[in-house]
């Protein structure tokens, strides 16, 4: 599995594939094992970089991640097989918004796809989340263009930046849950319930 981590690492770069920070996901792995999560979904898979190592936490994981991109679910298939994780890996092609999960739990939610769209992807998801689960979104920073209002930055970046600023807002106002911002990687939020402070 180490090989073909290593392969995914080198063909992210290459191919310009939007990958999870080292830092982020040793997080994310340290949190799952922690907290004995056991069912995570996933929305975007990319090429089932960060699944795979989520999912290779504990044997006993099982984990939905979903992915719209023909071509990257086509890579994740592949990279998930090599991994032998096939069994407990389900990958749903599909644009996230349309994908219908009904009846089913999870203990972690990852929030890793179209930045534009978190707070749609949170009050979709969250429908599905266990009573003790938790949410983790990345890029919370995104690219340290979060709360920058330099005129340095193109048009489309800044766009981006006041969506996630608008989802810090929305996670910070959300009495259901409680979030905290981490300054890991990229940025990580992570939101439980209120009632499980404790976490
Ligand atoms: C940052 S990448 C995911 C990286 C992956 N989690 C990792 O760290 O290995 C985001 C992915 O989400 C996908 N995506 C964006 N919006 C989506 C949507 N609405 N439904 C499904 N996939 C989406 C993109 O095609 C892209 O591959």
Redesign the pocket.
Known sequence: MKETILE?EKY?EEYN????EKES?AFIMKYIKLHNVKRIL??????????ILMASVAPDITLT?????EK?YLEALKNIKKCGLEKRIEVVF????E?NLIGREYDLI?I???KG?YIK?FEKFSHYLSPNGTIIS??IKFHGLVGNTSEDITKNQRSIASKIEEYIEFLKNNKEYTTKLLDIGDGLSVSTRSENETR
């Open positions: 995914m992210a594939v939007p990958i999870i996901i996933e929305i975007g898979t990319a090429i089932g970089y960060s699944g991640t979903i992915e719209r991109d990257r599909q644009d996230a918004l994908a990852f890793d796809a179209a769209q992807f990345d890029n």
